[in-house]
């Protein structure tokens, strides 16, 4: 083991929507989680490595949106996000700028009080709001909780960001390397995939629709040879009024969904991609386990 290398777990925790997934891109400079603006876009924990060779290796979990559930679905979210509490070295609690507390906030904060590691309130979206506004978020937040640190960031802009790595590093504890240095993700390309099709879909389409899709990846396969994917796809939906949604008028809504995502991919793989996609209905999908399962949000796995 290298001398003075730190290493260890942190988790990225807070409501839907506060950017949980731009903050864990932009540290580790790689797209890997999935974002948009409608909640619950990240469903499952997904572990990033960010490695300083002189310094240490951060594995980073990007949590689920903690949130009241309405389902089944929900409910694993939930679970996946405080799972990673017990398991962690440092925990990141993402929140923004605003001196109102609300009911989300205080759930995160009763969960908090039952951990004995530091938190780092990382206070987001400043770009947003003038200095004084972050003053007194800061403010408000010292008061309901002992945090090891308070840092005011915006992740979308990427201010601030080393001072987050600095002071993770600061309280990691002294431990080997559990990755090699070229590793970015624990997630297997096809789940990147299929988030990466699901985030074009949830940029594309109505509110409604969104949270009761999934994707699976059928096939995907490199030509002999070639720079070459040949990947199929299905996006699930929960009604038939969905499908027709998703499919748009003379298949336009579809495409450009295929388009966008096959862009995303062809980066990711650096290699052309064939996309095919295809869209089928299964309906309460989100209230059956064993869809759940098929789907890849497994709670014996967490």
């Not at 002189?54 to 679905?73: S, W």
């Not at 979210?77 to 009911?103: K, Q, R, S």
């Not at 590793?183 to 879909?201: G, H, M, N, S, Y």
């Not at 009604?239 to 949604?245: A, L, M, V, W």
């Amino acid at each position: 083991m290298k001398e003075n290398f730190k290493s260890g777990f942190v988790t990225i925790v807070g409501r839907p929507n506060v950017g949980k997934s731009t903050l864990m891109n932009h540290l580790i400079g790689q797209k890997i989680a999935i974002t948009s603006k409608k909640p619950q876009t990240t469903r499952n924990r997904i572990q990033t490595v960010y490695t300083d060779p002189e310094r240490g290796q951060i594995v980073f979990l990007d949590t689920p949106g903690i949130h009241q559930a309405k389902n089944k679905l929900g409910e694993y979210m939930v679970n996946a996000a405080e799972h990673t509490f017990g398991e962690v070295d440092v925990i990141l609690w993402l929140v923004e700028p605003t001196t109102f507390i609300g009911a989300g906030e205080r759930h995160i904060i009763s969960q908090l009080t039952k951990v004995k590691i530091p938190v780092l309130l990382i206070i987001n979206k400043t770009d947003t709001v003038l200095k004084e506004k972050v003053a007194e978020a800061i403010e408000t937040y010292r008061k309901v909780y002992d945090f090891a640190e308070i840092i005011p960031v915006s992740a979308l802009r990427e201010k601030n960001l080393e001072a987050v790595i600095d002071m993770i590093y600061k309280y990691l504890p002294y431990g080997p390397q559990f990755y090699d240095e070229e590793t970015v993700t624990d997630q297997p390309e096809r789940a990147i995939v299929a988030e990466l099709i699901r985030e074009k879909a949830l940029h594309a389409l109505d509110e409604e629709i969104p949270h009761g899709i999934a994707v699976c990846i059928d096939q995907m396969k490199q030509r002999k040879g070639k720079e070459f994917f040949d990947i199929d796809a299905t996006i699930v939906c929960e009604r038939d009024s969905h499908k027709g949604i998703i499919i748009g008028k003379g298949g336009a809504m579809l495409k450009k969904i295929g388009t966008n995502a096959r862009f995303e991919i062809e980066r990711l793989l650096e290699a052309k991609v064939n996309l095919k996609l295809w869209v089928r209905v299964k309906k309460d999908w989100r209230d059956s386990e064993f869809l759940m399962k098929n789907f890849g949000y497994n709670k014996d796995e967490l």
